[in-house]
């Protein structure tokens, strides 16, 4: 999840903005659980093109083994 469409109720500005200690605070705890390692970091079509190279090596090593 990202923090720019979302709104704050403390002060009704875009979280992103900061414009509130409770925004700031909000926008802080988003970007240290979405890292740069979180799952959520990946898009379906990197993960999927991730699987296929990995099956790729999987089945070069079987061929190269043989």
Not at 15 to 32: F, I, M
Request: aromatic fraction near 4%; proline fraction near 6%.
């Amino acid at each position: 999840m990202t923090c720019d469409r979302l709104v704050c109720a403390n002060c009704a500005g875009p979280v992103s903005e900061g414009r509130c200690p409770l925004c700031r605070a909000h926008h802080e705890r988003l970007h240290r659980e979405n890292g740069p390692f979180s799952l959520g970091a990946f898009s379906p079509a990197a993960l999927a093109a991730l699987l296929l190279a990995l099956i790729a090596v999987a089945l070069l090593a079987r061929q190269a083994a043989v």
